[in-house]
């Protein structure tokens, strides 16, 4: 069996544009209206030579109202059945109280957790990324997972988490 990365966050950071930048191919479906991702959906990826599962955890996406349990839910699903879990963020907004919620369920994770800095599209987007260390999961790995900015080294940095 393959090494399984599971991908959550709040709705319209940018996960399912990721999964598929991480897959090469437009597979995951996306939005932009929030929630629009309807299931959790496992995908083969490659990188350098290894084969590993992507999980879009978009299913969980809720409205407003729960939004902080749905997604610190997602994060415990996440913690329970993937090898290592990828943190998606808006760096363009900074952290929400929603994302400080889900990175303190994952700061408990036995399993490596990534954080994806998103929609970093360019150079002047880079000031907002070192304050996302304040997650406290370590480096925050800024991408624009729009136009592939960043992701290589991203897809380095799972490699070695799975
Ligand atoms: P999800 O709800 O987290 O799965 O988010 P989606 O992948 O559906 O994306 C939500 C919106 O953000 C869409 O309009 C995407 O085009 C946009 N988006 C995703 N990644 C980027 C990025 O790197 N830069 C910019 N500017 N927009 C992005
Ligand atoms: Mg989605």
New binding site residues.
């Given amino acids: 069996p393959q090494p399984v990365l599971a991908v959550v966050?709040?709705?319209?950071?940018?996960?399912?544009?990721?999964v598929n930048r991480i897959l090469g191919r437009r597979e995951?479906?996306?939005?932009?209206t929030?929630?629009?991702?309807r299931d959790r959906v496992a995908y083969d990826a490659l990188w350098n030579g290894r084969r590993f599962t992507v999980v879009?955890t978009?299913g969980w996406?809720p409205d407003a109202s729960g939004l902080q349990a749905a997604v610190a839910a997602q994060a415990e699903l996440a913690m329970s059945t993937a090898d290592a879990i990828l943190l998606?963020v808006d760096a363009?907004v900074g952290a929400t109280g929603t994302d400080d919620a889900v990175a303190k369920v994952l700061r408990r994770s036995k399993r490596p957790v990534l954080v994806a800095a998103?929609?970093?599209?360019s150079e002047r987007a880079m000031a907002e990324v070192a304050a996302l260390w304040g997650l406290g999961l370590g480096e925050p790995f800024p991408?624009?997972?729009?136009?592939g900015r960043g992701s290589g080294d991203l897809l380095d940095a799972i490699l070695e988490a799975l």
């Fill in positions: 966050g709040r709705p319209n950071v940018g996960k399912s544009t990721l995951a479906v996306v939005q932009d929030p929630g629009v991702t879009d978009g996406e998606v363009t998103n929609k970093v599209d991408v624009s997972a729009l136009h």
